[in-house]
């Protein structure tokens, strides 16, 4: 009884091994919009599907950082579901307020642009798994906007 347990354990975890599984990649980061009390900045993140059926995505969270401190931090609740056997294109908008930009003068000043890092984790229910976490993490360089933009 216990070899048939062990070789029941072992089909399963091989099983496990080998299931494709939704993977993603952040694919863009722009500024979106300025206000006149906060700046936007959206994401691009692709998510590919390998499933034939609608995967539901539970929550998309998300931390965008500046000079190893976090400017602005929070969630995209209920952000919709990857079709079927395709890839989906999901935008992830972070309202910054202007009086955190005013922090960042040094490295503004320095080279006329911010250098970020963006940790995001979308959070995938899969059938019978659960919920199926996808940790993501994209580092670079955006530039503020100028007057242009902002009138």
Do not use: W
Not at 103 to 130: H, N, Q
């Amino acid at each position: 009884m216990a070899q048939l347990l062990h070789k029941a354990k072992q089909f399963v975890a091989e099983k496990v091994v080998n299931v494709k599984t939704p993977e993603a990649n952040i694919t863009d980061m722009n500024l979106e919009g300025v206000h006149p009390d906060s700046i936007d900045y959206g994401a691009k993140v692709s998510v590919s599907n390998p499933y034939g059926t609608t995967i539901p995505i539970g929550e998309i969270s998300y931390v965008f950082k500046s000079g190893g401190r976090v400017i602005v931090s929070g969630t995209v609740p209920d952000p919709g579901s990857l079709k079927g056997n395709d890839t989906t294109m999901l935008d992830v908008l972070m309202k910054v307020p202007h009086s955190v930009l005013v922090s960042l003068v040094k490295d503004v000043a320095r080279d006329g642009d911010i250098d970020y890092e963006l940790e995001l984790c979308l959070t995938i229910d899969l059938p019978i798994f659960g919920n199926f976490k996808i940790p993501l993490n994209r580092k670079g360089e955006l530039k503020l906007p100028s007057l242009s933009d902002m009138f």
